[in-house]
């Protein structure tokens, strides 16, 4: 296929390489120009503009830090909507769904489709196309959208028509993620109060009830106390938190205002560019 890929960071970059050696033909945006020296000399072409990346009629994969970054590059000046067309767009950053919803009616406007299709995985899942897509939107559109996901993910599911469900589908899960990441912290500072070594608590956990990816990936870097910038900023976390607070309403999440007072506080330390696990940090023993 012919495709734009915007958005070259930890994520972006290695989804956009797999594309190229999934065989795709690649076009790509990215603020710093620099990002894409690597992949230009792997076969794809630079773009000055993200008006400039897209073609009438093909597709393009957003992948980008926010709401505000996706709206600008779709209908700020260089915007890529109204030159994609009837195209198709496969917006892959966490945004809030109701931002999905809107862009998917303008794109029917001019005759093109959206998908969502946010991802779980961090940079060396999505470097190994180890990736689960969540995707959701025109049953047409997310068929034609399919060769791409299935290059750059391990397992697509389908959420049916709705352009904002995988999105509230990505929102829930990092919150899941978050409360594990609180979980952990607190279990292994318990257990390094009681004399433990917490390498040795995390390894017995997630090789028997707990063996699964968050766990293991979040567990090794709080046991190793390392909170290094990593593949999920905390200041990136802080904003699906509060995305995810949005899509709840008023229903009285307890545990969402002990993580909203968590990342409040370490924001406030100024860890925005740290690991999400640096959220460890702050439990008292760590």
């Keep these: 296929m012919e495709i734009a890929f915007l958005g070259l960071g930890n994520m972006g970059f290695p989804m956009a390489r797999n594309l190229l050696r999934a065989g795709h033909s690649l076009k ?10 690597e992949l230009i000399a792997e ?7 993200p008006a400039d990346a897209v073609t009438k009629g093909a597709a393009v994969v957003t992948m980008l830090s926010d709401d505000q970054a996706l709206e600008s590059l779709a209908k700020g000046p260089n915007g890529f909507l109204k030159p994609l067309g009837n195209g198709l767009h496969v917006s892959m950053s966490t945004v809030s769904p109701a931002l999905n919803r809107r862009l998917a009616v303008e794109h029917t406007a001019f005759g093109g489709s959206l998908v969502a299709a946010p991802v ?8 190994a196309a180890k990736l689960n897509i969540p995707c959701s939107g025109p049953a047409g559109a997310r068929a034609k959208a399919l060769p791409i996901l299935k290059a750059l993910g ?29 979980a952990l ?25 707990f063996a699964c990816p968050v766990y293991q990936a979040y567990g090794g ?34 545990l969402l205002d002990l993580l909203e007072n968590r990342f409040g506080e370490a924001m406030g330390k100024g860890w925005e560019e740290m690991d999400v696990t640096a959220l460890a940090k702050l439990v008292k023993g760590i």
Excluded at 28 to 37: D, L, Q
Excluded at 188 to 207: H, K, P
Excluded at 246 to 252: F, N, P, V
């Design 185 to 209: 912290a607190e279990s292994l500072a318990v257990a390094q109060a009681n004399g433990l070594d917490r390498r040795d608590v995390l390894e017995f956990y997630v090789s028997t009830n």
């Design 154 to 182: 391990q397992r697509v599911q389908d959420f049916g028509e709705d352009p904002g469900a995988a999105n509230v589908v990505k929102l829930c899960g990092n919150y899941l993620i978050f409360a594990a990441t609180q």
């Design 120 to 127: 779980f995985g961090r940079p060396d899942a999505a470097a």
């Design 221 to 254: 870097r709080i046991a190793d106390e390392d909170y290094s910038e990593g593949g999920f900023k905390l200041g990136l976390a802080f904003k699906d938190l509060r995305l995810f607070g949005e899509q709840s309403g008023t229903r009285g999440l307890k």
């Design 43 to 49: 076969g794809a072409e630079v773009a000055a503009t």
């Design 28 to 37: 790509v945006w990215n603020r710093t120009p620099e990002k894409a020296k």
